[in-house]
């Protein structure tokens, strides 16, 4: 789907991480507004990996930054694909501080932050090849108690298959369209990204919601 | 100001362009709601012209497009440019059509469209070097009776000094910061794309508005 956008539609991928992570932010701002937030200061951890997903987590962090929040990235494993360089150097010149290492001790995360973005792994992650340092910060993030916003497959779920004993998300935010492992999944699920012409909607035979209005997002359950 | 953008935070010219043009088409959707348009049809004229504006007014055709607006495009000089280039492949791919004159009977216009997007000519045109096909273009669209939303900077008017005799918007959708021949509109002003870093609002002394809540828009007057 991506690959006919990105040939027939000569989307770029800059232009699709843009779109995807301001529905992201989007997304994340409209279920946790400010007004609502435990925390004295607004701060999110995003937690981002070298995948097409954690680089849509880099642009969200930027957006979450425009919409007035605190984040802070996380981001162990760096891609050295174009967009994640570019994307990182946006969130560095705008001051979004960078973690050098993620605390062992949960209790740290739920203090200092009112909620994570998981951007770790993505649904071309083949989970067999999964070693560290993501199978400690995956280990670390099911301790956790401040809810957790994933974005399109939750780390560690087969995007396939489903749930394989991994973190817990209560946010999933798909993106362009669910993927399968959504049916599996009962918190609260988003769709971000309105993007899809109606040719590849109905080639894939999507069956999308009909977003209302201009908005970017739909609530799905 | 787009340059410290390019140069210092590796944004792309494809990356501004897709935020703007978004920008843009929720800024012409929320001001001429599909609700309260006149004709059968929710037309819309988008009239491109070869500058940075123009491929703005491509990427916000495409947003118009997935908001169930019927948009049409007018693009008579097209520039060789890539973003121009994709974002014309964009729109074509998703059936938007383009017309290949525009009529000079106006009242074809005025019956056809319910409104006219204008990325006819940018703040970066020099006025004195604008000729055919502008020249009557901006003649014709100076005749319709039916609105006018301009991107940025009404088409013809000079980006300083304001209104040389030309076409009067009822809609001005100013981008990343209001262009100061804005200071002469007296229609409804919009500002549009929420992605300046608060370092860049500093150093160009822009006293933005505070957009509200995840809002891509702000309506100045």
């Given at each position: 789907m991506e690959m006919d956008l990105l040939?027939?539609?000569?989307?770029g991928l800059h232009q699709l991480t843009e779109i995807l992570g301001h529905a992201c932010a989007v997304a994340v701002a409209k279920t946790y507004p400010l007004s609502i937030l435990g925390k004295r200061q607004p701060t999110v951890l995003v937690v981002c990996g070298p995948y097409q997903n954690g680089c849509i987590g880099l642009a969200c962090a930027r957006y979450l930054r425009l919409f007035e929040y605190m984040p802070t990235v996380f981001y162990p494993k760096r891609s050295t694909q174009s967009p994640h360089l570019d994307f990182t150097v946006q969130c560095e010149k705008m001051d979004i501080p960078f973690l050098s290492y993620l605390p062992t001790e949960v209790q740290l995360i739920n203090d200092a932050y009112n909620l994570v973005v998981d951007a770790?792994?993505?649904?071309?992650?083949?989970l067999e090849t999964v070693k560290e340092p993501f199978t400690n910060i995956l280990l670390t993030l099911q301790g956790v108690k401040i809810p957790i916003a994933s974005l399109?497959?939750?780390?560690?779920?087969?995007?396939?298959?489903?749930?394989?004993c991994t973190i817990n998300p209560n946010l999933l935010i798909s993106l362009m369209a669910p993927k399968?492992?959504?049916?599996?999944f009962s918190g609260t699920h988003l769709l971000a990204g309105r993007l899809l012409p109606y040719d590849i909607q109905k080639k894939y035979e999507l069956n999308l919601p009909k977003f209302p209005s201009t908005a970017c997002i739909i609530k799905l359950h």
């Open positions: 040939r027939d539609y000569h989307f770790l792994l993505g649904p071309e992650t083949e399109d497959v939750p780390s560690g779920w087969d995007s396939d298959e489903g749930n394989i399968r492992c959504a049916l599996g």
